[in-house]
């Protein structure tokens, strides 16, 4: 079953990841990688991180995807009418090589290993994803977090002044 | 039960099948009757008589509004944005209706010597002998509310017409700023409930013959959560991006036929998953009295608050006028935002006092 359900959001996710460098119209390829970020989500869900799945959607396809539409809409991008034969194809196939080569490499030699560590899969269905991600979050990864927060504090200030400088 | 399917009871996938046809059925039919009661409850409290003709006191008029929309002629703007443009509606409408699988309108029924949950996506483990649901339901549903706003986007930007872009740029700014609030203002919620399982929630609120309801606990939370949802759903007063006066239809003036209809059932269909989501969080769920005894007046009950929440959707339509659009923001980000944070600091006090 889960087997049968994995292949078919492959399926879609390759599909949808093609799509996205393919589609001459860039809304079509924001659509394309919203379906994308979705079934990433879907992955997430049969990892038993259901946290990381609604967080995937709320932030990426809900929030950033959204500020991308946006941009793209009000910069009124038309349909890419630019010409077929340009340089940056052979570049683009050469590092598009290197990279199938890189990851075929590593899947092939690599063996896949469970986590280690005290938070195994069992204990994560136990306690609930949501709830170790936040205690951890709170106690041992506070500092991290309190930066990472005033990071983006000091980025929202900065984009405000920056906006209102040209009004 | 005999028969095994991939390791599931075959029971399972029948009370899947049930459950999901059911629920949907029941939100379409909703949704249909819910046009109906609006016109009908807006006429009597203009003193009017709304829809009359079809059928008796017009009871059929929602039947004959979806035939004509159906033989409507079909037309796409020859500058639209193809593809987006025929998306768009859909887009629109299936995060409505995909919400309504983690909302649990009623206990667990026996049928056959197998416990159902009343609730999509939940399943009973009989060796466990406990509900188990989707245990991020209340995330799930902001998730998938986060995505509605595409398809406004979409058919605003796709139409290729200025009062549906305006509408489509309207809808977002809105959208995206309620969300904040109304998924702000819902984490007072989860402080004291600790959970973010929906099944648990209800179970939370079912002592005190009602009086253990979050709506008396967090009398702030709930008010705030209500009037922000409406504002996400594009409802009066918050209705902006289909200001008619300003422009015409907002973002669906350049559909037609069955499309239009799809936008029209969305925001139905936004109104009562809300409404649903609000009596699950802030009202007690399915709870009421004799509710666990006799498991057949879950869904009753249930269904009897949302049916009274929509009712106050209407009413609020039929009595306050439009906000301005400076205002709607105003109200947004500088009200409802910091005393949502307010709520969630003094819950958080008041929470460490008390244990």
């Known amino acids: ?167 | 039960m005999g028969i095994e399917i991939l390791g599931l009871p075959m029971m399972y996938y029948i009370a899947m099948v049930a459950k999901v046809l059911v629920a949907f059925v029941f939100v379409l039919l909703t949704v249909a009757y819910a046009t109906y009661a609006e016109r009908k409850i807006i006429g009597h409290m203009q003193v009017r008589l709304g829809p009359m003709r079809t059928g008796w006191h017009g009871l059929l008029q929602p039947i004959a509004d979806g035939v004509k929309l159906f033989f409507k002629e079909e037309i796409i703007p020859s500058q639209a944005s193809t593809f987006a443009f025929l998306v768009a509606p859909l887009i629109a409408l299936i995060p409505a209706f995909i919400t309504f699988a983690v909302i649990p309108f009623g206990g667990v029924i026996e049928i056959a010597g197998y416990k159902i949950p009343l609730q999509i996506a939940a399943y009973y483990d009989t060796t466990a002998r406990q509900v188990f649901d989707v245990n991020v339901g209340v995330l799930y549903i902001l998730a998938m509310s986060s995505l509605g706003v595409y398809g406004i986007v979409l058919a605003g930007w796709a139409s290729n017409s200025k009062y549906s872009l305006m509408g489509g740029l309207r809808a977002s700014a809105q959208m995206i700023s309620y969300e904040l609030a109304a998924g702000l203002s819902i984490i007072a919620v989860f402080m004291l409930s600790g959970t973010l399982s929906l099944t648990k929630i209800v179970e939370l609120q079912s002592g005190m013959g009602g009086f253990e309801w979050y709506l008396f606990k967090q009398p702030l939370a709930a008010f705030m959560f209500f009037i922000c949802s409406l504002a996400e759903i594009n409802r009066t007063p918050f209705d902006l991006p289909e200001a008619e006066t300003e422009l015409v239809s907002g973002f669906c003036t350049e559909y037609s036929s069955m499309k239009y209809a799809m936008f029209f059932m969305a925001e139905y269909a936004n109104m009562v998953t809300v409404c649903a989501l609000t009596v699950t969080l802030f009202l007690g769920g399915w709870n009421g009295p004799m509710a666990v005894a006799v498991p057949i007046l879950g869904p009753v009950y249930f269904i009897a608050k949302v049916y009274f929440l929509m009712f106050v959707c209407m009413w609020i339509r039929a009595t306050l006028p439009r906000y301005r659009y400076d205002q709607l923001m105003h109200l947004g980000w500088k009200v409802f935002i910091p005393v949502a944070l307010v709520n969630i600091v003094v819950t958080g006090i008041i929470g460490y006092f008390i244990n």
Do not use: W
């Open chain 1, 1 to 167: 079953m889960e087997t049968l359900f994995f292949l078919i959001i492959t399926l879609v996710a390759i599909v949808s990841a093609i799509l996205v460098v393919t589609c001459k119209n860039p809304i079509n390829s924001a659509l394309s990688l919203i379906m994308t970020f979705f079934c990433l989500a879907t992955y997430y869900v049969m990892l038993d991180a259901p946290f990381m799945a609604a967080v995937q959607v709320m932030v990426y396809a809900g929030a950033i995807m959204v500020l991308m539409v946006f941009t793209i809409m009000l910069l009124n991008i038309r349909v890419d009418a630019s010409k077929k034969h340009s340089h940056k194809l052979i570049f683009g196939s050469i590092i598009g090589f290197f990279t199938v080569l890189n990851l075929v490499v590593v899947l092939v030699k690599s063996r896949a290993a469970l986590p280690t560590g005290p938070y195994s899969g069992e204990m994560i269905k136990k306690i609930g994803h949501t709830e170790l991600v936040g205690r951890e979050i709170f106690t041992t990864f506070l500092l991290p977090f309190e930066i990472t927060s005033i990071l983006l504090l000091v980025a929202i200030v900065g984009a405000v002044i920056l906006a209102k400088k040209k009004i």
